[in-house]
């Protein structure tokens, strides 16, 4: 199996060829490149290979500007520290993805995705870059109408400190440590809050970056998070959100 790296840091392009080579030895890495022009130079003039491992955030641009430029046929496998609109547009199209830094088994599972079956289509990415697109021009709400008492009050979404469900009703707490009650669920806030500022830790709290105080790494791969305000309640980031958690902090 022919694979090309697209990837402009070099740390990371260096330990995707080191796993390549532990995991399966039959993997020959035809070449690296580092961006979107060395990129459409190379497919303009070289073999197309069996796999290709494309960083979608490169020096030069997104690397779906790649696929405007060249026609590929071959199974991709894109590869992100962490962006919200890609990751979800990735998830939303079937589109095979890894998250920075790369884990092993990860990798393992996606080379094995495209032995059996070619991870993506040409049809599957352009879908991917049309709803990229869309959700990229996406506006966030900016303030929340609520009621208190007879009376209507609005709430910025920059004085939210997190968004919670109890007893089956969604409340905001502001950083003030005002608790009022939403006609939203969480599922409708996640779409609605812009994802650089708030985060869905758990079915039940999405949390603004702002109100993290402290982390506490916790048992069985979990982290413990501690708020101000304090919520009143254990605010735990699962262990399967946890990687995600982690690269959305750091963006």
């Not at 920075?100 to 352009?126: F, M």
């Amino acid at each position: 199996m022919k694979a090309l790296i697209i990837e402009d840091e070099i740390p990371a392009s260096k330990r995707l060829q080191s796993l390549l080579n532990e995991l399966d030895t039959t993997i020959e890495i035809v070449d690296v490149v580092d961006s979107i022009e060395d990129a459409v130079l190379w497919f303009e003039s070289m073999e197309i290979p069996d796999v290709i491992f494309m960083d979608i955030q490169l020096a030069d641009g997104m690397s779906f500007e790649i696929f405007e430029k060249v026609d590929i046929s071959s199974p991709v496998i894109f590869i992100t520290a962490f962006d919200h609109y890609a990751i979800k547009a990735i998830k939303h199209n079937g589109v095979d993805y890894l998250l920075k830094p790369i884990d092993k088994g990860e990798l393992e599972s996606a080379i094995h995705r495209v032995k059996r079956k070619p991870s993506s289509t040409i049809g599957d990415i352009k879908s991917l870059i049309k709803t990229i697109q869309s959700d990229s021009k996406q506006t966030y709400k900016e303030r929340f109408l609520v009621k208190v008492g007879d009376q209507l009050k609005y709430v910025p979404t920059a004085k939210v400190a997190f968004f919670y469900v109890e007893d089956g009703y969604c409340h905001l707490c502001t950083f003030n440590e005002k608790t009022l009650v939403l006609d939203y669920s969480l599922d409708q806030l996640n779409e609605l809050l812009d994802p650089n500022e708030f985060f869905r830790i758990s079915r039940k709290l999405i949390i603004n970056h702002q109100a993290i105080d402290k982390i506490h790494s916790w048992y069985n791969g979990r982290l413990k998070l501690e708020l101000l305000p304090k919520p009143g309640f254990d605010t735990m980031v699962s262990r399967e959100r946890v990687k995600e958690f982690k690269a959305w902090l750091e963006n």
